[in-house]
């Protein structure tokens, strides 16, 4: 049940309490829980009705070009019907055509649904993130293992370290020092989050913000603590993201790629429909005649036969003009397009994203995890030099938590002097965290920031020369070990041998550090503290020199210290400030719980002074640091014309230094305008958040929540950009499903995230994105390629139907052989333009608008030559056999066949009113021989060999018409054939389809054709080849029009 809950993080624990009437020593009584759960309802995520089958299945069909399809079956099926009720035969011939049409339908829909019904599998991803149980105070007993959906508002609930929260809560009371929660995929934070029980006076916050407050799906990595339940099932904020997520796929749209084809669909039903009227419209005297008796029609004769006979032609035009492999062309290139970009490692989830790719304007980044590694190392680190007024600074190379990634540069301090054993040590033995490998990865056990202060250890070595060549040759020898999960830190394993940790004083939000007590090998006890440099040099009275000496802390040499400080976090770094005490009082032979101080560790409150009198030592810098290839990356994307868009959950200042290290900003620019925290941008009025985002140039917004991430996405959609989101968390999820295109990481990133998205990439790499699209783009030209050569033949095939109805000579062909010619012949070459390489300037163009044309006016006028060319020539060659004896000295009456005069061609409907005309029979390959009982079929049965010739002229100018679409522009010189061997194998392919039609006698009698002899073939060749020196004439003056155009613009 959807209710607002009350703002727990601005009120304190009893308010809370109080507005549940609950105490915190019994919880809720059954009673209670039975009334909050009527009202509340349980505490689980609403299972979204997902479409029925029936009505997933009916969507595959609401394309324009399969409804011209459709309608293209029925007319197929109903004349096949009545041409067998005529004849009174049922042959399987005549339904070829409908049958196959609907069998391209079938399989599109098939693959629809299967994509389809994947889709939704993000809303079944976050329901795993739910916990399962809970510790829950009832009725003044503790229930160990309630599950989770049983919980209500009010409820008490128990969390200790490694549990998964399951329910929003407000934290009552604290059962240790500290509490820490892994928040990150909810909010996109690097770090465990410190959380406490003091009301935040700020009823409207960021989640980041609500440090009282624990979230459903998160889990707890340190401390135990008491919580109240404040929002249960949809209410949380994790039930808020699957509203998102629901909302976000309900809102999809169509990729730029299917409104054109759409767009192109409807104009071609138009075209089709305009035609197949002038064709039935030119023929009606053919079945409609009539006398004029004083001005009015008289003796009106309509023959149904032949009115049939025309709208059979139309049909068969209607057949021409669709291109029925089109929809299947275009998913195999889609599917090679995948495993193109597999091998890049883009996983690519839908396939239409893969065209959407290539027309990216915007990619908005998520920061943690895409354009940083997610693994916090240690970059630099200072102390104080020989004396208190200088100091020297130590940088540190490598990214990750492998000891073995980079080092320290110019170190040259093996045998280290006191101050950087001091430091070692301190890092070493006042830590918690341990790291592994997972066979891919090197990943950390506890506080981010303590790994990387071990491999900070690992870098720097130890002072012991002997155990410094043992611990060398245990790593090289580790290298050839079967179990690589576990990973070796012997240097900071000697440490913790030699300094032996007996006590700790945990961290504190109020003297922000923590400490050891440890016992050195001397016998004496020594504190080793780390935390907030500004917090520790307040409670150090001296300072460690480079040689050991201690020197009491004086303002210039505080000053200098904090400068230093300064200098490092304004480079976005995490600083940590490292100390140690020797004089410790009566803790000085501390150890075990039995001394009488020991009842001092027991209260937090007396850290502080335990803490005081401290020797400084130095200071760490740490930071999750950017990709190597992340730069490189961002300038292909300024000169692609892409802009890049930072949105992420974590701070300003940290997101800011980021964003300049990657040069998405230089160095030193004024980010006013530029930077934003998702409340400050949600916050300005409207018409200047679209000023902002309209700006050319990076924008990074910092402390974004998913709400924020979406609507900037929804608003960059609707500026008419087409935006690519990536993320790894499940705060990205809502935003993912909104985006054109939503990338989720495949390593870092969690299955809600992956469910939600069109594309996973494999190594969670920035750059990955940017090679997708630019292979993106070269798929898009490709398919443009194959498209222009699909409606090329096309109009071919309806200008030879369109002079066969104007000229009122026999069909030349018959729909089936058209729908032969459209799916089985132009398939494959279709097919194999797919492969045609890319351009080597594909990323140095802008991208291409998404409501840029597929087809423009120039290429529109140039395929209507190529298709005026096709039509005359398939129809030329079948008047010339019926008309001539010969073609340039190519005898074409060997065969023995029947010579007539164009006129009786033309009228041959009137054949039976003719006196004395005769045929001969006449010999086809094989040895069969054509006779006529009745002269007249000569024109339907006979036309037999001129159809065969028409079909193989229509073959082969279609073969030599795919080479004229290697490329849009560029003559067959500069880009030969072999530039796509692919090409020519598919070409090899269908000729040899159309031969194994006309020599396999059982297939030739289904498409009603006959064996060409050698002479026949060379005439079809001489007639096709032209078709390749007129589009190179096209092309040419197609380059010399762009060329003018580009003198006129720089003129």
């Given amino acids: ?48 009705k997902g479409k029925p089958l029936w009505q997933l299945v009916l969507e595959q069909f609401d394309d324009m070009l399969v409804k011209i399809l459709l309608v293209a079956a029925f007319i197929s099926f109903i004349l096949a019907y009545l041409h067998g009720s005529e004849s009174g035969e049922s042959g399987f011939e005549s339904y070829v055509e409908p049958f196959v049409i609907v069998l391209i339908l079938v399989l599109n829909a098939i693959v629809g649904v299967w994509q389809e019904s994947n889709a939704e599998k993000a809303l079944e991803a976050l329901k795993e993130m739910q916990c399962e149980s809970g510790k829950v105070l009832r009725d003044g007993y503790l229930v160990p293992d309630l599950p989770a959906k049983e919980l209500v508002p009010g409820d008490i609930v128990e ?66 603590c008491v919580c109240i339940v404040i929002s249960t099932g949809m209410n949380t904020e994790i039930g808020k993201i699957q509203k998102q997520i629901h909302e976000a796929s309900l809102e999809e749209s169509e990729t730029p790629l299917k409104k054109k084809l759409d767009e192109f669909s409807s104009r071609l039903t138009t075209a089709i429909g305009f035609i197949c009227l002038i064709v039935w419209f030119i023929n009606y005297k053919n079945f409609l005649s009539w006398d004029v008796v004083d001005g009015w029609p008289a003796n009106i004769q309509f023959s149904f036969e032949k009115c049939t006979y025309y709208f059979k032609i139309a049909v068969a035009l209607a057949v021409a003009a669709i291109p029925e492999g089109l929809p299947a062309v275009i998913t195999t290139c889609l599917a090679l397009g995948t495993r193109k970009m597999a091998q890049k490692n883009a996983i690519v989830r839908k396939l239409p994203s893969v065209e959407t790719l290539g027309c990216t304007t915007v990619i908005c980044s998520d920061k943690t995890g895409t354009l940083t590694t997610n693994q916090m190392s240690v970059t630099e680190f200072f102390t104080l030099g020989g ?88 790593q090289l020898a580790a290298n050839y070990l079967i179990d690589r999960s576990t990973v070796k830190l012997g240097c900071c394993e000697w440490w913790t041998k030699r300094s032996k940790r007996i006590a700790t004083l945990e961290f504190d939000r109020i003297r922000k550090s923590m400490s050891v007590i440890v016992r050195e090998p001397t016998g004496h006890n020594r504190l080793l503290v780390k935390g907030a440099v500004e917090s520790l040099l307040e409670r150090s009275s001296h300072v460690q020199l ?85 730069d490189k990356a961002i300038e292909d994307c300024r000169a692609a014309g892409i802009k890049v868009m930072v949105i992420t959950g974590d701070n300003k200042s940290t997101a800011e230094a980021i964003c300049r290290e990657i040069k998405l900003f230089s160095e030193g620019e004024d980010l006013r305008g530029r930077s934003f925290t998702g409340k400050e941008f949600i916050a300005l009025p409207p018409a200047q958040q679209i000023e902002i985002l309209s700006k050319p140039g990076g924008k990074v917004f910092s402390r974004a929540e998913p709400r924020h991430k979406q609507e900037i996405v929804r608003m960059l959609k609707e500026m008419g950009e087409v935006v690519a989101m990536t993320g790894d968390g499940v705060n990205d999820a809502p935003a993912l499903k909104s985006a054109d295109i939503g990338i989720a990481m495949g390593i870092t990133g969690t299955e809600v995230a992956k469910e939600a998205s069109d594309m996973v990439l494999a190594d969670d790499n920035f750059s990955t994105i940017v090679s997708a699209v630019a292979e993106g783009r070269s798929i898009y030209n490709n398919m443009k390629a194959f498209i222009r050569y699909m409606i090329s033949s096309n109009v071919g095939e309806v200008i030879s139907i369109f002079l066969t109805a104007a000229l009122g000579i026999p069909e030349c062909m018959i729909p089936v052989q058209l729908l032969w010619v459209n799916l089985v012949t132009d398939g494959p070459p279709a097919t194999a333009l797919g492969f045609n390489p890319s ?21 529109l006028l140039r395929y209507l030559v190529i298709g005026c060319y096709v039509g005359i020539a398939t129809v030329g060659i079948f008047i010339l056999w019926y008309t001539q004896g010969s073609l340039l000295g190519i005898s074409l009456f060997s065969d023995g066949h029947t010579l007539v005069s164009i006129s009786q061609l033309r009228n041959w409907g009137d054949c039976p009113t003719w006196s004395n005309f005769t045929v001969s029979p006449y010999m086809v390959g094989g040895g069969r021989v054509i006779t006529f009982s009745n002269p007249c079929d000569y024109f339907t049965i006979g036309k037999v060999k001129a159809m065969t010739l028409s079909l193989s002229v229509l073959v082969a100018i279609e073969m030599f018409n795919s080479l004229n679409a290697l490329s849009e522009d560029n003559s067959l010189v500069t880009m030969p ?44 060749i001489l007639v096709s080849a032209p078709v390749i020196l007129i589009d190179e004439l096209l092309k040419f003056v197609g380059r010399r029009r762009r060329f003018s155009a580009k003198k006129e613009k720089t003129a």
């Fill in 546 to 630: 480079a040689d050991g000496s201690l020197i009491t802390i004086d303002e210039p040499c505080r000053q200098l210290l904090l400068t230093r400080n300064l200098e490092m976090s304004s480079k976005g770094l995490r600083c940590l400030g490292l100390a140690y005490k020797d004089e410790l009082g009566e803790f000085s032979d501390y150890y075990t719980e039995n001394h009488p101080a020991h009842k001092k560790l027991l209260d937090p409150a007396c850290y502080s002074s335990i803490e005081s009198g401290l020797v400084f030592v130095g200071v760490v810098g740490l930071r999750d640091p950017p990709r190597d290839e992340v």
């Fill in 977 to 1020: 054939p072999w530039r796509n061997p692919w090409l020519l194998v598919a070409m090899s392919v269908s000729f040899g389809l159309h031969c194994l039609i006309l020599y396999v006698p059982v297939l030739a009698n289904v498409f009603g054709i006959v064996p060409l002899s050698l002479n026949e073939w060379f005439l079809v």
């Fill in 1 to 48: 049940m959807e209710e607002k809950p009350f703002p727990a993080w601005s009120w304190s624990v009893e308010q809370c309490l109080k507005e549940y009437n609950v105490k915190i020593e019994k919880g809720l009584s059954s009673y209670e829980v039975e009334k909050q759960r009527e009202r509340y309802g349980w505490n689980e995520l609403a299972k979204e």
């Fill in 839 to 859: 351009d080597v300037d594909i990323m140095r163009k802008p991208p291409r608008r998404s409501d840029d044309a597929l087809v423009n006016s120039w290429i």
């Fill in 159 to 224: 969390l200790r370290v490694g549990d998964k929260v399951p329910a929003d809560m407000r934290i009552a009371a604290l059962k240790t020092a500290t509490l820490r929660v892994e928040q990150s995929s909810l909010t996109g934070e690097a770090m465990p989050v410190l959380k406490g029980t003091s009301p935040v006076f700020l009823e409207d916050c960021e989640l980041q913000a609500k440090e009282n407050m624990v979230f459903a799906g998160t889990t707890v990595v340190n401390g135990s």
């Fill in 387 to 474: 004396k208190t007024t200088s100091s020297r600074i130590f940088h540190v190379e490598g990214t990750t938590y492998d000891p073995k990634d980079g080092g320290i540069v110019d170190w040259t301090c093996y045998n280290m002097d006191a101050n950087l054993q001091a430091m070692a040590e301190i890092c070493a033995v006042c830590n918690d965290a341990g790291i592994y490998c997972d066979g891919r990865l090197f990943r950390a056990t506890g506080l981010p920031t303590e790994a990387a202060l071990k491999v900070l250890v690992e870098k720097m070595g130890v002072p012991d020369v002997k155990v410094r060549n043992k611990i060398r040759d245990i």
